[in-house]
């Protein structure tokens, strides 16, 4: 073969090559349930704060898994895990008691249920009575779940004094290997802890000694969720922060410049 033809092959292969079809890649299903319509405008706009795609991927939570999520309230990942879940994973959302005998934990137990009922992406969600001040801890079956996540709980399980018997709960209810995600407004190491965290701010420490004390391992930690501008020392708590601002209109300026908490990301695994 001459160069001259060698050349002209070439040529021609070429050609052919970059007339074929490029084949698509495939969607990254967590961005698709990140960016899913039915999502609340509100929700949605507390993405930059919450961060929920990178605290997920953080997480690991793969889409074939079994997930519980601690006390969802309103449903704000709910929203995003249910889609994620919802062909071949499982999604169980321990959720408050309706049959509690707190007027609050009703009124959230069917504002949760009204929400799960409203669209069919929620169709396959599972919701199971959630109590631990009243020993309701059953959140799966023992050594089922793959992934238990919780955001911004544990200082009111600490003002209940159930933190310890929930940590004690995931891990019952995880599989050997299996990750706990735990996402909580993290007070500075220097200053003085409340042990009914209050505040709703608590030590990475604290959160570290319930789960070991369970019988998990700290994994890994992420600053995802870090705000350095947080003091953590707010008239009311962290509440005083948007999106609440429990102060009202006072330094209600500041507190916005501030933004959301700072927040700890915590990943622990079941040996």
Same mark, same amino acid.
């Given at each position: ?6 050349l002209a092959l070439a040529a021609a292969t070429l050609a052919a090559t970059a007339s074929l079809p490029t084949l698509a890649q495939p969607a ?57 879940? =919802? ?59 793959d992934v238990v996540l919780t955001f911004r709980n544990v200082h009111n399980w600490m003002n209940s004094g159930s933190a310890q018997a929930v ?61 350095p501008k947080d003091t953590a020392d707010h008239e009311g708590g962290v509440w005083a922060l948007p999106p609440t601002y429990g102060n009202k ?13 700072? =927040? ?8």
């Amino acid at each position: 073969m001459t160069i001259k033809t060698w050349l002209a092959l070439a040529a021609a292969t070429l050609a052919a090559t970059a007339s074929l079809p490029t084949l698509a890649q495939p969607a990254d299903p967590l961005k698709a349930a990140v960016a899913a319509e039915h999502r609340s405008v509100g929700n949605v706009a507390r993405d930059p704060w919450r961060h929920p795609y990178e605290t997920l991927s953080f997480f690991g939570v793969k889409p074939t898994d079994t997930v519980v999520e601690l006390v969802p309230g309103g449903g704000w990942y709910t929203e995003i895990l249910a889609p994620y879940l =919802r062909e071949q994973g499982q999604l169980i959302a321990a959720a408050e008691d309706p049959a509690s005998p707190s007027a609050y934990a009703q009124r959230s137990a069917a504002r949760f249920k009204a929400k799960m009922d409203s669209l069919a992406v929620y169709g396959k969600v599972q919701i199971t009575p959630f109590d631990p001040a009243r020993g309701k801890l059953d959140l799966a079956p023992a050594g089922t779940a793959d992934v238990v996540l919780t955001f911004r709980n544990v200082h009111n399980w600490m003002n209940s004094g159930s933190a310890q018997a929930v940590f004690d709960a995931a891990y019952k209810a995880l599989k050997a290997g299996g990750t706990l995600g735990v996402v909580e407004h993290r007070l500075p190491a220097s200053r003085a802890e409340d042990a009914k965290g209050s505040s709703g701010y608590v030590h990475e420490a604290t959160v570290i000694r319930f789960a070991e004390a369970a019988g998990f391992k700290l994994a890994a930690r992420s600053e995802v969720n870090a705000n350095p501008k947080d003091t953590a020392d707010h008239e009311g708590g962290v509440w005083a922060l948007p999106p609440t601002y429990g102060n009202k209109d006072k330094d209600r300026a500041r507190y916005a410049a501030i933004g959301e908490s700072d =927040r700890m990301t915590l990943k622990f695994v079941k040996p």
